[in-house]
């Protein structure tokens, strides 16, 4: 692949910007300066650097957020920043986007994606891909509240009845609130905060922890972000 259009596929701008990058030197591969923007490259497992920045070459983009709270999961939020300002701008112009949303408040691991068929497969209901959240609850869960949570729950305005695939109360937890580890295959809107309602208890903190086989990275700050290799690291080996 020649080098500017490798940069134009990975979001560096139009393909003249990608070109003139290139041309006044601000292109690296291996430390050295590239500035034939018709230079062939292997693009698999290149990393290359953009004014001093490495950046590792991606096919199609993946990647996994600490979602602070306080950021809408939208491209035009209305209130509060966009999740989608915490990214540098490659990545934006790439068009990445959420796979599904959280809300406003919520916390934790949030995907973003450039391959409409991965976030397809990732959301799709017939998927039943898991996903974790650990939940600060208002009131102390019961057993009866834990039953109903695993039996099925009806929402308000939704005749479907929603089920979790796992209840854990995981008691009290350091801010007062009263634990609950709850994994869903389903991803309706505000599911986790209309099943307790319907339970009669109330979500005051929301963090999710995993999404399919893959948990939050310990270590990747709240706002921080990281590429994931593959698919295989959300859903398994193929
Ligand atoms: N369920 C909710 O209620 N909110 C989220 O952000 C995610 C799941």
């Given at each position: 692949?020649?080098?500017?259009?490798?940069l134009f596929s990975q979001?560096?701008?139009?393909?003249?910007?990608?070109?003139g990058l290139i041309a006044c030197g601000h292109v690296t591969i291996g430390g050295k300066v590239v500035d034939?923007?018709?230079e062939d490259v292997q693009p698999e497992?290149?990393?290359?650097?953009?004014?001093g920045q490495a950046w590792p070459y991606h096919e199609k983009a993946l990647l996994v957020m600490n979602k602070p709270a306080g950021h809408e999961c939208s491209q035009k939020p209305k209130h509060h920043p966009s999740v989608y300002s915490l990214l540098p701008p490659p990545l934006r112009i790439r068009e990445v986007q959420t796979v599904g949303r959280l809300d406003e408040d919520t916390t934790g691991l949030l995907l973003f994606t450039d391959d409409g068929a991965l976030i397809?497969?990732?959301t799709s209901p017939k998927r039943h891909v898991r996903k974790v959240y650990e939940v600060g609850c208002k009131h102390p869960l019961d057993e009866e509240q834990v039953r109903r949570l695993l039996e099925g729950v009806k929402l308000v305005d939704d005749p479907a009845t929603v089920k979790a695939a796992?209840?854990?109360p995981t008691g009290e937890r350091p801010d007062g609130l009263h634990g609950l580890r709850l994994t869903l295959t389903d991803g309706k809107y505000h599911q986790v905060k209309r099943m307790l309602a319907a339970v009669s208890n109330r979500v005051e903190r929301l963090h999710r922890s995993g999404f399919g086989e893959l948990t939050l990275p310990a270590d990747l700050a709240p706002g921080g972000w990281r590429w994931l290799d593959g698919p295989e690291a959300i859903l398994g080996p193929a």
């Amino acid at each position: 692949m020649k080098l500017a259009q490798l940069l134009f596929s990975q979001g560096f701008g139009a393909r003249r910007e990608c070109e003139g990058l290139i041309a006044c030197g601000h292109v690296t591969i291996g430390g050295k300066v590239v500035d034939d923007p018709f230079e062939d490259v292997q693009p698999e497992g290149l990393i290359f650097s953009v004014r001093g920045q490495a950046w590792p070459y991606h096919e199609k983009a993946l990647l996994v957020m600490n979602k602070p709270a306080g950021h809408e999961c939208s491209q035009k939020p209305k209130h509060h920043p966009s999740v989608y300002s915490l990214l540098p701008p490659p990545l934006r112009i790439r068009e990445v986007q959420t796979v599904g949303r959280l809300d406003e408040d919520t916390t934790g691991l949030l995907l973003f994606t450039d391959d409409g068929a991965l976030i397809h497969r990732l959301t799709s209901p017939k998927r039943h891909v898991r996903k974790v959240y650990e939940v600060g609850c208002k009131h102390p869960l019961d057993e009866e509240q834990v039953r109903r949570l695993l039996e099925g729950v009806k929402l308000v305005d939704d005749p479907a009845t929603v089920k979790a695939a796992a209840a854990e109360p995981t008691g009290e937890r350091p801010d007062g609130l009263h634990g609950l580890r709850l994994t869903l295959t389903d991803g309706k809107y505000h599911q986790v905060k209309r099943m307790l309602a319907a339970v009669s208890n109330r979500v005051e903190r929301l963090h999710r922890s995993g999404f399919g086989e893959l948990t939050l990275p310990a270590d990747l700050a709240p706002g921080g972000w990281r590429w994931l290799d593959g698919p295989e690291a959300i859903l398994g080996p193929a």
